[in-house]
């Protein structure tokens, strides 16, 4: 509502009011819920006389009305509907009558007070230049604006105010205007002359001076024939008085004949509308209840020829693929009638009146129609009326049958094939394997199909309400449906009637009305028990082609690996041999234990890799780092190619990426041993990444790059590079899988793989992957440098004689207390005869009593025991299962005095539940079940 000072509501609702009456009155084809609806603006807003609307509010009400009016411009419209406001040709004469002698002077002074008390925008003022002539000033108010088809809708305004009175427009002059630069709107009116009015005035004029000398003449005694002279004036008054008063009495007569005849008019027309409306209500009673649509145009025809004044009416219409002709007080006999296509090609091409049948009987007259039910002109409407009946009516009856029958039978036609096509949907429903169910908003089930009848009984049955949250496992439609938007559908084991279980996954989707509502929801649930196998398996395939792949290229680098390990164990014997020599002097000594040391280390990492690499892991998709895969990968080629120089150009930091790192690493691994198979004599290998921009439809990506100075391929080769089993090389060689599964791995990961080769210039594989939208790993945290638990009574368990001497005097040097078994059961009898170990050292492969099963009799009898779990294999399947359970750790074998001490000072500190006593003193007892 618009407050005292209010800039922002400068306009009342009256004037839209106003507005939308004149668009009713000139285009009755537009709805005013049209105008209202473009104009973003609700009936309930102008139907508060006392509201004010905004500038905007009214230009989008313009522009729509323009838009709805195509054939008026925003120039012309606004103009139109200000002179329509005021018009009011109707009521001129008797306005003149009542208002008297006010003028339209006066009225254009009324219309400068009241104006801004519905446009707060803009302030007037009247002055009269000269006869006949006003000026109008309209001055936008400080605060407010105005748009130049405002100004149009006030000239509008100004020109019909005469027309109150019953005189035609005013002329215009627009002589400066707010949107020419002025700092106001002038308007040079002209008034039309009203001659009835102007000789009224002078009558009156006469009268009084014509008076005035008959006595002035009596007092001064003149003469009779010079007081009649005196008096002449008041006569010659009085006459053009009486002529003016008859012209108004017979213009008034001549109105109110004229509104006589449009009352009859108008019984007339209430009359037919209120026939129409219940032949309405007739078809809609015929189109809820008929259950043959073909019984529906004689009934028709027959309730038409009740209700209205008519002699007879024929009826030709399709319903379905044939056309139907239906008559009734026609005389028309069964030949006119059998061939219903034939006669309402012949009504159609008549001329208007004519009978294409048969003689029109006498008194009687007959005119016919086109109906457009399906096509333009696929039925015909005619009707016999008597001979006295006018045109007009004869005319409007027709057209207003024709109207009301072709939107009946049409919605006829329509509910003949809705209920065709909900026959089809209920056998294609029906027929469906899957649970399809209909759910309204108040998550009960309105419907269910055969199969899910079937699977949950008949919940239905009998009236019974039955929710979706009951019988489907993923809560209520409207919930399931908006924790899975974006998400995937949610899954659940149903149990039905014959207690068979079955995997479903739901799918939901919300059904509205035109205004986006969700009034309801269709819930289908699809069976994947078969699907979730099968996605298991193409998993497990999957695996094993990844795992077969890793062992191919171990067997090709097999040879280089074992070179590289001769290399490192001989550097470790020389070392040894020189250390056991009495004649080596003892400063070598300390350095030749420390190319010892050195040795092991390398070999130590060279095996870390391979069984890194070797190791089964289960798909799975994390931030991976393709630099950091790169370095992790490349040393397993190059310690087996020496005679390969790498180059790396990698890109600091690099982008991550979303993808499984072992499956990556197994793309690199081949990409490298493909590259070394093309230089069998040495060559070059240049290793880049980089960051890559978004390119027009393609997102930012990450790209690495691997290229050789190989041999090369030619054209063919280079076609066929990435197919399965194609491969270059001699039988025995290779499978051919290596770039294939490379190729497939990329795929997966929604990225490419490509290659660009000629033959002597070498070959270049380039990966592309698309950027993770997760945030960026984040490096690691440095370990805490490791503590000693000195004190503490630990269980050494090995089948491998040196590495019990050996870790149990690291041990001891540390300050713990050892106790040493040579395998499993040995470890577990003394476990069982010392109560007071505190943790236990277990190796995981062992003849005889395994790790695994070892560990499980430890934990049975001391269920808090930590065990710190040590291997010279990777992590397996058995090993990860006991590092799932509390107070465990893994160490790799061979593991060095320091990797050994900061493991067991994390698993002791550990808090447990019970903490076996420490010992005071410590001895080295002798192997229990080994040789001593």
Not at 69 to 74: A, F, V
Not at 329 to 350: C, F, K, N, V
Not at 442 to 447: K, L, N, R, S, T
Request: glycine fraction near 10%; proline fraction near 7%; charged fraction near 20%.
């Amino acid at each position: 509502m618009r407050t005292a000072g209010d800039t922002d509501h400068p306009y009342s609702v009256r004037i839209l009011t106003n507005y939308l009456a004149y668009v009713n009155h000139t285009h009755p084809e537009v709805a005013p819920d049209a105008v209202l609806e473009a104009a973003r603006l609700s009936r309930e807003r102008l139907q508060d006389a006392d509201g004010w609307l905004s500038q905007d509010e009214v230009d989008r009400f313009n522009h729509a009305v323009t838009a709805l009016c195509p054939e008026h411009s925003s120039v012309s419209l606004p103009r139109a509907a200000g002179r329509h406001i005021l018009r009011a040709t109707a009521l001129g004469p008797l306005a003149r009558h009542i208002l008297g002698v006010t003028d339209a002077t006066t009225l254009y002074r009324l219309y400068a007070t009241l104006a801004p008390r519905v446009a707060a925008n803009i302030s007037y003022s009247v002055s009269r230049q000269k006869t006949g002539i006003l000026e109008v000033s309209a001055t936008l108010v400080p605060g407010y604006t105005d748009t130049p088809y405002q100004c149009q809708n006030r000239i509008g305004i100004l020109e019909a105010i005469p027309t109150v009175l019953g005189l035609p427009l005013a002329a215009m002059e627009h002589t400066r205007c707010l949107h020419s630069g002025d700092d106001r709107c002038v308007y040079s009116v002209r008034l039309p002359a009203d001659v009835p009015r102007r000789w009224l005035r002078w009558g009156l004029s006469a009268l009084g001076v014509g008076a005035l000398g008959g006595l002035v003449g009596l007092a001064l005694g003149l003469p009779y024939w010079a007081t009649l002279t005196a008096c002449s004036p008041a006569a010659l008054a009085a006459v053009f008085f009486h002529l003016s008063a008859h012209a108004r009495q017979a213009h008034l007569e001549r109105i109110l004949q004229e509104q006589a005849h449009l009352a009859s008019e108008l019984e007339r027309v209430l009359h037919g509308l209120q026939r129409t409306a219940q032949l309405s209500l007739f078809l809609t009673e015929q189109l809820a209840h008929a259950s043959d649509m073909r019984q529906l145009p004689d009934r028709l025809v027959e309730r038409t020829l009740d209700l209205f004044d008519l002699q007879g009416v024929l009826l030709i219409t399709p319903l379905g693929d044939d056309l139907v002709a239906s008559h009734a007080g026609t005389g028309l006999s069964e030949a006119h009638l059998s061939d219903a296509e034939a006669l309402r090609d012949a009504i159609l091409s008549t001329p208007p009146g004519g009978a294409p049948v048969s003689p029109v009987p006498a008194g009687m007259r007959f005119r016919a129609t086109s109906l457009s039910i399906d096509r333009p002109g696929d039925g015909v409407l005619g009707v016999w009326l008597r001979a006295e009946d006018p045109d007009d009516l004869m005319h409007a009856t027709v057209e207003a049958l024709a109207t009301h029958l072709t939107g009946g039978l049409g919605r006829a036609m329509d509910l003949v094939r809705l209920r065709h096509s909900q026959s089809v949907v209920s056998e294609l429903l029906d027929g469906a394997p899957d649970l399809i169910l209909g759910v309204t908003g108040e998550d009960q089930i309105a419907f269910m199909n055969r199969a899910a009848q079937r699977f949950f009984g008949d919940p239905l049955a009998g009236g019974a309400t039955t929710t979706f949250r009951s019988i489907s496992g993923v809560g209520s439609a409207q919930s399931a449906r908006a924790t899975t938007e974006g998400a995937p559908p949610p899954e659940a084991l149903l149990m039905g009637v014959s207690d068979t279980p079955r995997y479903t996954l739901w799918h939901i989707r919300a059904l509205g009305d035109c205004s986006g509502s969700c009034l309801a929801h269709l819930c289908i649930g699809v069976d994947v028990g078969d699907e979730r196998a099968l996605a298991q398996r193409a998993q497990e395939v999957e695996e094993r082609l990844l795992q077969g792949q890793k062992l191919e290229a171990l067997g090709t680098l097999a040879g280089g690996i074992s070179h590289d390990v001769n290399n490192v164990l001989m550097g470790i014997q020389a070392s040894a041999e020189l250390l056991i020599d009495p004649t080596t002097p003892a400063g070598e000594r300390q350095e030749l234990a420390e190319e010892i040391l050195a040795g092991v280390e390398r070999a130590s990492s060279l095996t870390t890799r391979l069984l890194a690499f070797s190791r089964h892991h289960p798909i799975q998709h994390v931030l991976v780092d393709l630099n950091a895969v790169i370095r992790q990968t490349l040393p397993i080629f190059t310690r087996t190619r020496p005679d390969v120089v790498v180059h790396l150009s990698l890109r600091e930091p690099l982008s991550p990426v979303d993808g499984d790192p072992r499956q990556l690493e197994q793309v690199f691994l081949n990409l490298f041993i493909n590259a070394g198979l093309a230089m069998p004599q040495g060559g070059e290998l240049r290793i880049t990444t980089a960051d890559l921009p978004a390119a027009g439809a393609v997102p930012p990506q990450v790209q690495a790059a691997v290229a050789d100075t190989g041999v090369g391929m030619d054209g063919s080769t280079l076609a066929r590079a990435f197919e399965p089993f194609f491969t270059t090389r001699a039988s025995g060689e290779g499978t051919g899988l290596g770039l294939a599964s490379a190729y497939g791995t990329i795929l997966r990961h929604s990225g490419t793989l490509t290659a660009d080769s000629a033959l002597g210039e070498g070959s270049t594989f380039t990966v592309r992957l698309p950027l993770s939208r997760g945030v960026s790993p984040t490096a690691p945290e440095p370990a805490p440098p490791a503590a000693t638990l000195g004190g503490a009574t630990l269980l050494l368990i090995d089948d491998e004689e040196m590495i019990l001497r050996a870790s149990q005097r690291l041990l001891e040097r540390q300050g713990y207390a050892v106790l040493v078994a040579q395998g499993g059961a040995a470890g577990v009898a003394v476990l069982l005869a010392n109560p007071r170990v505190e943790a236990v050292i277990l190796d995981m492969v062992m003849p005889g009593l395994g790790g695994g099963e070892t560990f499980r009799i430890l934990r049975r009898h001391r269920p808090t025991l930590p065990v710190l779990v040590a291997s010279g294999y990777s992590r397996g399947a058995e090993a990860e299962a006991i590092l799932a359970q509390p107070s465990t750790a893994f160490l790799q074998k061979p593991y060095q005095r320091e990797a050994l001490a900061g493991k067991l000072a994390e698993l002791l500190s550990r808090p447990t539940e019970i903490r076996a006593p420490t010992p005071t003193a410590r001895r080295s007892p002798p192997l229990v079940g080994g040789p001593q």
